[in-house]
């Protein structure tokens, strides 16, 4: 079962900026603590940003503080990632999900993530 669709990632300079999306399905996030994580190679997964279902952030990375910021539209259950200023330090596969991750009998369910490429 497909929860979590992300798309928006792709390949960027150094200064520039993405927007990130998530697209969830069931309505149980809707009043959910969502977050986007990020995974580099050889790398564990990391929380960037969270936000609440009424819409306050409720964390942001410090390496990405001042540069990223997560919004939510409920009536849409999606799930937005801006992200200004990227460096190549930024460089990962993102994800959405809840925070703390979705998880069913003691499986967590990730969506496919999108690349997001930092380079000149």
């Known amino acids: 079962q497909v929860l979590f669709v992300e798309s928006g990632g792709g390949l960027v300079q150094p200064g520039g900026s993405l927007r990130l999306s998530c697209a969830a399905s069931g309505s149980i996030f809707t009043i959910s603590t969502m977050g986007w994580y990020r995974q580099a190679p050889g790398e564990q997964r990391e929380l960037v940003a969270a936000i609440g279902s009424g819409g306050w952030t409720s964390y942001v990375l410090g390496s990405v503080k001042g540069r990223f910021s997560i919004s939510r539209d409920n009536a849409l259950n999606t799930y937005y990632l801006q992200m200004n200023s990227l460096n190549p330090e930024d460089t990962a596969v993102y994800y959405c999900?809840?925070?703390?991750?979705?998880?069913?009998?003691?499986?967590?369910?990730w969506g496919q993530g999108t690349q997001v490429t930092v380079s000149i």
């Open positions: 999900n809840t925070n703390p991750p979705y998880r069913v009998r003691g499986t967590e369910y």
